[in-house]
């Protein structure tokens, strides 16, 4: 079947392309700014448990498609709140971008 071969191939060259966008975009942008390890750490525990909630709704999904549709109100009510919960930062100041002064642009500043 080289149909379900040349499917396999193209979703690899998309992973591996996503995969060099994403490094891309997380080098290109960070100014020499280095990030800690417990940042490193906590940004593993984010992925970690955004992945233990997505594949959890989506069992729930393919579950209540077989025995009922209670499970899909209950799961669309659990992925609304934790969106609701993920945007809830926006009130509170806490997603504003960081500026950073380097020496350079404060002795420029001074003159």
Known sequence: M???????????LLLAGAAYVTYEGWTAHSGGIELPDWGYALLG?????GLV???????LAFYSSRRGYV??????VIG????????YSSRRGYDEPTVVEHDDQKSEERR
């Open 2 to 12: 080289p149909g379900g071969w040349v499917a396999v191939i193209v979703l690899i």
């Open 45 to 49: 525990v984010g992925v970690i448990f």
């Open 53 to 59: 909630i997505g594949c959890g709704l989506m069992a």
């Open 71 to 76: 499970g899909v109100i209950f799961g669309l």
């Open 80 to 87: 609304c709140g934790l969106m609701a919960l993920a945007f």
